[in-house]
């Protein structure tokens, strides 16, 4: 089915460690974000890519970084993983660049864990 | 900037009970509002979204919400809950000055017991 597919579903890292987080679209859409979802917090924007290209920060960006490789892709990077990088990360795509009028289609998520 | 708040973290109810899950937000301009939902260990699914047009606004799986501009509020309701309805919501605000970002409030847990 189409839709956005992360890898790798779960993944434990000894901090320090760096890793990247994979993300791709099959629905042709220009727009993809990097989420992280902490309990009683919600979901926060970390970086975001409004078009192919271009790659913006978002709520909470430090310790991270990013990469549009294509249209289809955005990868998240963790260069020096904290434990307060413990978390659910989420990737997301939106049909348009204006995405207000559309919302987002969410991915399943990589659930994290820094020891 | 806009923000969304959801005034209760948790909300448990009886099956078939009515329910309602509270969102207010704040914007200077123009708003859109949408509802999603998250069931245990997967990603989010849009419910529903309000754009413009008729206030009331009906989603998937029986859920409608209500658009109040005077009250900043845009409350999530399902007339009678199913056991299968137990999930996270969240309530999300954008508007043209975002771009192409949502805004998510903190999410509310419904659980829906026998």
């Known amino acids: 089915n189409a839709g956005v597919t992360q890898t790798p579903k779960f993944q434990v890292l000894k901090t320090g460690q760096s890793m990247t987080l994979q993300c791709a679209q099959d629905?042709?859409?220009?727009?993809m974000y990097w989420y992280r979802q902490d309990p009683g917090m919600g979901l926060r924007l970390i970086y975001y890519?409004?078009?192919?290209?271009?790659?913006d920060k978002g709520e909470v960006p430090n310790g991270y970084n990013v990469s549009r490789l294509n249209k289809r892709e955005f990868s998240l990077r963790l260069e020096s993983a904290a434990p307060s990088q413990t978390s659910v990360y989420f990737c997301?795509?939106?049909?348009?660049?204006?995405?207000?009028?559309?919302?987002?289609?969410f991915g399943s998520g990589t659930r994290l864990t820094v020891v | 900037a806009q923000s969304v708040t959801q005034l209760d973290s948790q909300v448990p109810v009886f099956e078939e009970a009515p329910v309602e899950l509270r969102c207010n937000y704040s914007?200077?301009?123009?708003?859109?509002l949408f509802w999603y939902v998250q069931y245990p260990n997967q990603g989010l699914q849009l419910l529903l979204k309000?754009?413009?047009?008729?206030?009331l606004v009906k989603g998937i799986n029986g859920f409608e919400a209500e658009f109040n501009k005077s009250q900043t509020s845009f409350h999530l309701r399902k007339p009678s809950v199913h056991i299968s309805d137990t999930a996270e919501y969240f309530c999300a605000v954008s508007d043209q000055n975002s771009g192409s970002r949502l805004t998510f409030g903190e999410g509310t847990q419904l659980t829906v017991n026998p």
């Open positions: 890519s409004a078009s192919e290209g271009t790659t």
């Open positions: 997301a795509s939106s049909e348009f660049t204006q995405s207000y009028r559309y919302g987002y289609t």
């Open positions: 629905m042709n859409h220009n727009s």
């Open positions: 914007s200077s301009v123009s708003v859109y």
């Open positions: 309000y754009l413009s047009g008729s206030t």
